[in-house]
């Protein structure tokens, strides 16, 4: 039962491995719009673009560990984004709607602090909380998409594969790990992190931040196409200084749950806003909307 | 606060009173050599010979006691520590069976409370506690003779309920008496080290406030209340190895290289531990610490008794991170006891290797 324990624990600890992201700079340039929809959560929209993605999860080849894979994804349409992380005073107006769980104690609740130590599931009641209170619909992030919104604040994860001596790996990951900025994990106002290229406001500060991919192991051809893969969903990846690999009822991922690896110092979220369908849009407009 | 203060001082002054005042010697009396040494904060250990052909010395060290406001989580905790020479355990002294130990107690007057230490090595007058007992703005000169070879826990021990209070609080370190001879496998054949980490954990007992929050105080008198309120239920808040949960991991990890062989002394003055290196073992193992009994070999996990230091060699046969825990793994996860060891060097396949990496698992033969 122990081995099964640490089983799962290595398994959460999986590193993600993610890539150099040359990022293209027709990126930047973003729209942003401020609380249109009443939540007074402002909007970034981020313009059509290319990235270029190290995918996320684990990866074989013939049997044997392989490098992820870098790829050159193409977004034909704008993505519509929060600038700042959901503030704790945001989701605590869900847990007064009795729509979402309480925060922790001890987490500071106002409206420019994000909301933190809170799970996959939370995150995800908040945004259906959130998309039926507006009538807009609003998610998590994929991967990519954070990546592509991220722009210069997503770190590649990338790292060779030595089959010979895994340990150079674990031991590169850890290093790279370990290069977390200083500053502890205080959770700090919104803005302290800085803006990025595309108007996101602290990305990769001390505040993790859930997607909506799932652990994911993959085997390749020999021309690095993914030809199956196996999804854990009950692992999501979270988005910060280092890509990981969270299981999603975790609120609180500082006490390690990786027996050697670093973890994350908050767990948090930013949500996106799907383009509204014409059907919707009529709906909101004779208010009935859902919800 | 002035008050509590107050009490403190008075009770201290009660026990200096009741202390056998011993007549102060000649510093040159035993004519032999001395030796000062300068004590460096652990993990690290000082600089020292693993057997030496030199004779009995007097070897000076100075424990300065440092009252002081640390952090001693990642998520900014604050805890009023108090400290021998400012760390969490206090520094490791090496010294040699036979050598006098000349510890010099100062208790600066920027402290709050009187201090003084036992050393579990030493015999007599409650392991020198009795002779020790400082206010702030004193200092005191101590000797004795190692006379028992082994690692050994000291402390504060300032009387009544101000004992374990200081030692929970951080005040405690240990002392490696080694052999003249050097370690030996009990065989008489000779146990050598490549270097030497020391790890001291801590049981802390933080106060919450009505929300659950942990609290935060100005002097250790003012968290003096509380904190004895959790102490007596002995359920700790944190377990640390060197003052905080992550101390030795991170940037701060352990290192060593494949083929080397680390001593590691670890103590816990207050609370059982049980040390394991995950992925690795104990070569040598002297879990209660004491070098005149054979060494156990090949260990999994090896049991710290509370108030004792135990000793252990082992040589990394692979590369990798590993992490060193007490193996109470909620105490390791989630109240802090866990190092990291980052170890450089070649992969051993023949001591393992993936045969196939993780894949569906096959469809059941079906004739």
């Known amino acids: 039962m122990l081995i099964a324990f640490k ?18 700079p027709l990126l930047s340039d973003a729209g942003i719009r401020g609380g249109a ?153 919104f803005g302290s992190f800085g803006i990025n290229e595309n108007g996101l406001a602290d990305l990769a500060g001390n505040v993790w931040e859930w997607t909506s991919t799932c652990f994911t192991r993959h085997r390749l051809d020999d021309a690095g196409e993914t030809v199956s893969a196996r999804s854990n969903c009950g692992v999501r990846v979270v988005q910060g200084q280092h890509r990981s690999y969270v299981t999603d009822f975790i609120r609180d991922a500082r006490a390690g749950g990786c027996a050697a690896g670093v973890p994350p110092d908050n767990l948090g979220f930013r949500l996106v806003r799907e383009p509204q369908s014409w059907v919707s849009a009529v709906a909101k407009a004779l208010h009935i909307a859902r919800g | 606060m002035l008050t509590r ?30 030796q000062k040494v300068e004590l460096v904060a652990p993990p690290f250990v000082h600089a020292h010979e693993q057997a030496t052909k030199q004779g009995p010395k007097i070897i000076e060290f100075t424990l300065t006691v440092e009252e002081k406001k640390v952090v001693i989580d990642e998520k900014g905790t604050t805890f009023q520590a108090m400290t021998f020479n400012g760390s969490m355990p206090g520094p490791l002294m090496v010294v040699h069976e036979g050598d006098y130990v000349e510890v010099t107690l100062v208790n600066p007057a920027s402290n709050s409370m009187p201090h003084n230490v036992d050393f579990h090595s030493a015999t007599g007058a409650l392991g020198g506690a009795e002779l020790t007992l400082v206010n702030p703005g004193e200092q005191v000169t101590l000797r004795w003779k190692a006379t028992r070879t082994g ?183 989630e109240l802090g006891a866990t190092a990291h060891f980052k170890v450089e060097g070649k992969w051993n396949d023949d001591l393992m290797t993936q045969v196939k990496a993780p894949s569906e698992i096959p469809p059941a033969k079906t004739n």
């Not at chain 2, 203060?5 to 001395?34: C, Q, W």
């Open chain 1, 7 to 24: 089983l799962k624990l290595a398994l959460a600890c999986v590193a993600g491995l993610a890539g150099p992201l040359a990022v293209a």
């Open chain 2, 5 to 34: 203060r107050a009490a403190l001082l008075s009770a201290a002054a009660a026990a200096l009173m009741l202390a056998v005042s011993a007549p102060a010697k000649a510093a040159d009396d035993l004519k032999l050599p001395r």
């Open chain 2, 151 to 333: 690692t050994f826990v000291y402390h504060c021990a300032p009387g009544g309920p101000m004992i374990p209070w200081h030692v929970v609080s951080g005040m405690a370190g240990a002392v490696m008496v080694l052999p003249r001879e050097g370690l030996t496998d009990g065989k008489g054949k000779p146990v050598k080290y490549d270097r030497a980490y020391y790890i001291g954990e801590f049981d802390l007992y933080v106060p919450r406030d009505e929300k659950g929050n942990f609290k935060a105080y100005d002097s250790p008198g003012e968290s003096y209340n509380d904190t004895v309120e959790v102490m007596k239920k002995l359920t700790p808040t944190h377990v640390v190895f060197n003052g905080k949960a992550g101390a030795l991991t991170g940037k701060s990890a352990l290192t060593s290289k494949v083929g080397e062989t680390v001593l590691i002394v670890h103590s816990q003055a207050n609370r059982d531990s049980r040390p394991h290196l995950i992925g690795g073992h104990g070569d040598h193992v002297w879990e209660t610490g004491k070098f005149s009994n054979a060494p156990e070999t090949g260990l999994e996990t090896w049991f710290i008794r509370g108030g004792s230091a135990g000793a252990a060699t082992y040589k990394f046969l692979q590369p990798g991170i590993y992490a060193y825990v007490t193996h109470n793994l909620i105490e390791a996860v």
């Open chain 1, 37 to 189: 929809d009443g939540t007074g959560q402002a909007i970034v929209e981020v313009r059509a673009g290319n990235v270029s993605y190290r995918v996320a999860g684990d990866f074989t080849r013939n049997g044997r560990q392989a490098a992820a894979p870098l790829r050159h994804i193409t977004f034909q349409e704008p993505l519509a984004i929060m600038k700042h992380q959901v503030s704790s005073a945001d989701y605590q107006a869900c847990v007064d709607a009795g729509a979402c769980r309480s925060l922790d104690r001890g987490v500071v609740i106002a409206p420019d602090r994000p909301a933190v130590q809170v799970s996959w599931h939370d995150a995800n009641a908040y945004a259906g909380w959130l998309s039926r209170k507006t009538g807009e619909h609003y998610r998590l992030p994929t991967d990519e998409e954070w990546a592509f919104a991220a722009g210069s604040r997503f770190s590649d994860d990338g790292l060779p594969v030595d089959n010979d001596d895994p340990s150079k790996r674990w031991i590169a990951r850890y290093e790279r790990e370990s290069e977390r900025k200083p500053g502890g994990g205080d959770v700090r106002a």
